[in-house]
Structure formats: structure tokens, C-alpha cells
């Protein structure tokens, strides 16, 4: 099993839809989860980071599910702009380093 | 406030040439990364440091050496540049590891082996 496994994608919605993204890590030790934005030949930038709890910020919403290893990313009302490569990013069995999923494609279109 | 800067943005290399890419960062963090992205492959860890002084292999390390010899400077080399290194490289930096902890990246390196 990969350490992050993501849904490639490309996930093509119009503007206005909810879209969910869903992510598996192999590392039951993990304590660090996030959600990075990659747009085209431009570098990721941290989206959010994810709480067991769950948290939200504006339209998107992160969830964590440790006994099942699964990390989700819900984006609500989406906008043109948020077509981007989203990339679910996980902590190293040392705890030293990030391991980043391939990442899920989105596409909004209008 | 520059961030994360990396030189050269673009780069020709024959096989078996040498280069070396140059990652600084201005926010004083104590962590740094190589990362490369090939199509496909997602960003894969080459080598990170947990300080001055300090390196460590990521996923991926062989055919490149790392040097951190000042904090603000994470150093990338390639001794004998070779057709399957050709990608984008990414470098990064965060002030720790753990919750709410950022890396931020640079603008890429991308580089091409004939």
C-alpha cells in the first residue's frame, strides 16, 4: 500500500457544485495532516490543515478519520478558481518530513 | 519578504554534466527539502535538513548530494547529470515539523538532461 493514496481524477464540475476529495494514508503513527493547492506549473501552497476534530475555513471543510486512515476535503459552492490540483499531505514515519499524494485534479467550469 | 527563492529557474544539462541548484530562504526555518515532481510520479522527497550542518535522505536520493552549510541555504547537486533526472525540483522550508507547521516552497527548478 503507497503511504498516500489519492483519486487522480480529474474531477470536472460546474461552478456553484460541491465537490469531495478523499485521501488514504498507511502510516497508522501519523499525527500531521494537511491539504496543499498546486495550480499549473506553480508550486503547492498550503490549503489547510487537518484537525481530528475537523475543521473548516470559508468553503472547505477537512476531516479525519484515524481508524480508518482516511482524510477527506469537501469544497462547497465551487468557483472557477479553485481548478487546481489538490494534494492530501501526510507526516513521515520519523516525523521529520511530509509525504504528499500524487494529488486530485479539479476542474470548474461555468 | 522573498520567501523561498531558487536559482536558476531553467536549466539545459547534457548527460554527465555537473550542476549544482541553489534553494535560499529568508524566514530563518530550521527545515529544508528537495523535493522533484514528474509527471505522474506526485513530488517525491530527495533529501531534507533538520538544520545547520544537517542532511538526510528522503525517498529518492540517489545521484544527488545536499549541503547545508548556512542555515538560510540548502544546496542541491548533481554530479553526473543523467537523462532520468530530468524533472522539476522543488525546494521548501518550514520553522518545524508537526500541526500547523507550513512548508513553503520555492517557484521550481526546472531542468532538462539531453
Known amino acids: 500500500r503507497k503511504e498516500v493514496e489519492q483519486d487522480p481524477g480529474p474531477f470536472n464540475v460546474p461552478e456553484g457544485a460541491t465537490v469531495a476529495f478523499n485521501c488514504t494514508y498507511s502510516n497508522s503513527a501519523s499525527q500531521s495532516f494537511f491539504w496543499y493547492r498546486q495550480d499549473c506549473r506553480k508550486e503547492p501552497k498550503l490549503l489547510m490543515s487537518v484537525y481530528s476534530s475537523g475543521n473548516e475555513d470559508g468553503r472547505f471543510t477537512a476531516q479525519l478519520n484515524r481508524a480508518s486512515q482516511y482524510i477527506s476535503l469537501l469544497i462547497r459552492d465551487s468557483k472557477l478558481s479553485d481548478s487546481a490540483t489538490y494534494l492530501c499531505v501526510v507526516n513521515n514515519q520519523a516525523g521529520t518530513a511530509l509525504i504528499f499524494g500524487k494529488g486530485t485534479t479539479l476542474s470548474v467550469s461555468s | 519578504n522573498a520567501g523561498v527563492t531558487q536559482t536558476p529557474k531553467f536549466r539545459v544539462l547534457k548527460t554527465g554534466q555537473s550542476m549544482t541548484l541553489l534553494c535560499a530562504q529568508d524566514?530563518?526555518?530550521?527545515?529544508m527539502y528537495w523535493y522533484r515532481q514528474d509527471p505522474g510520479m506526485g513530488l517525491r522527497l530527495i533529501h531534507y535538513?533538520?538544520?545547520?550542518?544537517?542532511?538526510a535522505k528522503g525517498e529518492v536520493p540517489d545521484g544527488y548530494n545536499v549541503s547545508r552549510l548556512k542555515k538560510q541555504n540548502f544546496l542541491l547537486g548533481l554530479e553526473s547529470a543523467a537523462p532520468s533526472q530530468t524533472s522539476v525540483y522543488f525546494c521548501a522550508s518550514s520553522r518545524n515539523v508537526g500541526e500547523d507547521n507550513e512548508q513553503f516552497f520555492g517557484p521550481g527548478t526546472r531542468l532538462t538532461v539531453l
Open positions: 524566514m530563518n526555518h530550521e527545515y
Open positions: 535538513s533538520v538544520g545547520e550542518g544537517t542532511t
